[in-house]
């Protein structure tokens, strides 16, 4: 395997993938998938551990993001290959286990974020319409959005594009009518500066806060594991990236600001469904089960891309000899790795039946922190390493600040959940056991 990893090529190999998407339809992607559930779902707990002031805990997180999302830019103008942060920390370490590691690392965030959106679907929201068992309703929106994931990245992106357009407008929503509400008297402005009264200083609890937020910017990560689908993405990419991080933040900033002076923090905390809360409230409030239906439109979109990343990781992988190369298989007909979806899917399933919402989110955001870490030291490294076109290169400051915050972030969430250890631990047990199964077999 060693001697494998030395021969891995510095340029970019021939996809099997057909490349479809353009830069509008990458924008689109990236928003979509950032925007997809977690201010939908995630809000009231933010509010829970912030106070009114909960636009603080998005705000750094969406700083640390920023510095992430810097390193992913150049790496994947460098390399524009599936695969993403494995890839990087293979090309940079050369050694199988730890790319194997971080590989199913990221897999599991993808498939631990589907499962908990699949699951926060049958919460509050659906519960306008009907009251249906929670595992029953995630295994059925996993199965759903996983036939849409097979039928073609094509397919998949158009499937985005409508729900973008539709969680956009639910976002808007949100910000005019808790306008209009606090226009017409009601609210309380102040409370956007008001922390929650505890023994906690309040530069401490917007750090607990944007470990929470942190999950609703996750997504801009996932889209390099379409590298191989976008039309030029060397160029494309970088930009894009950026571009998407940022009018998702711009959007999270001002939904907060509003929901936070709009709904007392304790209201917000307590429901499933946070922004129920804002649109129901003023001369302009609409009914909550048109609101509900925006929110259902947003979670189903983040499940698929993030089954669509998962999928696409693995099949980047498997191209390279890192995970069994059966998963690298691609449908003659639909041209998508259809081995890779139904594993991926299978995962998924099996997190729906076994967690909940908060336990699968703040997962997902440990798994990705950890893979941060490797993604940011990697670049460092890799830029050792040049290559034959030009490409986006970052501030040489941005991936240590990257690596250092996110380690930061990390530590928090296990001190303030240590639970989470246990889970994100026997996650990457399993793909230990799984690694040591394939070697054995080869």
């Known amino acids: 395997?060693?001697?494998?990893?030395?021969?891995?090529?510095?340029?970019?190999?021939?996809?099997?993938?057909?490349?479809?998407?353009?830069?509008?339809?990458?924008?689109?992607?990236?928003?979509?998938?950032?925007?997809?559930?977690?201010?939908?779902?995630?809000?009231?707990?933010?509010?829970?551990?912030?106070?009114?002031?909960?636009?603080?805990?998005?705000?750094?997180?969406?700083?640390?993001?920023?510095?992430?999302?810097?390193?992913?830019?150049?790496?994947?103008?460098?390399?524009?290959?599936?695969?993403?942060?494995?890839?990087?920390?293979?090309?940079?370490?050369?050694?199988?286990?730890?790319?194997?590691?971080?590989?199913?690392a990221v897999m599991?965030?993808?498939?631990?974020s589907a499962a908990a959106l699949a699951t926060a679907f049958g919460g509050d929201y659906l519960s306008e319409f009907v009251e249906l068992p929670?595992?029953?309703?995630?295994?059925?929106?996993?199965?759903?959005?996983?036939?849409i994931n097979f039928r073609g990245i094509k397919e998949s992106a158009g499937f985005n594009l409508g729900c973008t357009l539709i969680e956009l407008g639910g976002l808007f929503l949100v910000v005019v009518i808790g306008a209009a509400f606090l226009f017409d008297g009601g609210g309380d402005a102040a409370r956007a500066f008001e922390f929650k009264d505890s023994d906690t200083t309040p530069a401490l609890l917007v750090v607990a806060g944007a470990s929470i937020a942190f999950y609703a910017l996750i997504g801009f990560e996932d889209a390099v594991n379409v590298a191989e689908e976008t039309k030029d993405s060397t160029h494309a990419f970088p930009r894009t990236l950026f571009m998407g991080l940022g009018i998702a933040g711009a959007v999270y900033l001002v939904v907060a600001i509003i929901a936070g002076m709009t709904v007392p923090a304790d209201t917000l905390a307590g429901s499933d469904g946070p922004l129920l809360e804002v649109v129901t409230q003023g001369p302009l409030a609409v009914d909550?089960?048109?609101?509900?239906?925006?929110?259902?439109?947003?979670?189903?979109?983040?499940?698929?891309?993030?089954?669509?990343?998962?999928?696409?990781?693995?099949?980047?992988?498997?191209?390279?000899?890192?995970?069994?190369?059966?998963?690298?298989?691609?449908?003659?007909?639909?041209?998508?790795?259809?081995?890779?979806?139904?594993f991926s899917t299978a995962v998924a399933a099996v997190l729906v039946t076994l967690g909940d919402l908060e336990t699968l989110a703040d997962t997902t955001v440990l798994l990705l922190l950890l893979v941060f870490i490797f993604v940011n030291v990697a670049l460092l490294v890799l830029r050792r390493q040049p290559v034959e076109h030009d490409h986006f290169k970052a501030w040489t400051a941005l991936p240590w600040l990257g690596a250092a915050t996110c380690a930061g972030l990390a530590v928090q969430q296990v001190v303030e959940d240590p639970k989470l250890v246990l889970?994100?631990?026997?996650?990457?047990?399993?793909?230990?056991?799984?690694?040591?199964?394939?070697?054995a077999v080869r």
């Open 1 to 104: 395997m060693a001697a494998h990893a030395e021969a891995l090529p510095t340029t970019p190999r021939e996809s099997k993938l057909s490349p479809t998407l353009t830069k509008k339809m990458l924008l689109l992607f990236i928003v979509g998938d950032i925007l997809g559930g977690g201010i939908y779902a995630r809000t009231g707990e933010v509010a829970g551990e912030v106070g009114g002031a909960l636009w603080t805990g998005f705000a750094l997180a969406g700083v640390i993001a920023a510095f992430t999302a810097a390193s992913y830019a150049e790496l994947v103008a460098k390399y524009p290959q599936a695969a993403g942060a494995a890839l990087y920390v293979h090309k940079a370490f050369k050694r199988p286990l730890l790319t194997f590691i971080v590989a199913f």
């Open 108 to 112: 599991c965030s993808g498939v631990s």
């Open 134 to 147: 929670t595992v029953l309703v995630g295994l059925a929106v996993i199965a759903g959005v996983s036939l």
């Open 288 to 342: 909550s089960k048109f609101f509900s239906a925006i929110a259902l439109f947003a979670l189903v979109n983040g499940c698929l891309l993030n089954l669509v990343m998962a999928s696409r990781l693995l099949y980047g992988m498997a191209n390279e000899g890192v995970v069994p190369r059966v998963l690298g298989r691609v449908h003659e007909g639909r041209r998508t790795p259809w081995v890779a979806i139904l």
């Open 423 to 439: 889970w994100a631990g026997g996650l990457l047990l399993f793909g230990l056991i799984l690694w040591v199964v394939e070697r």
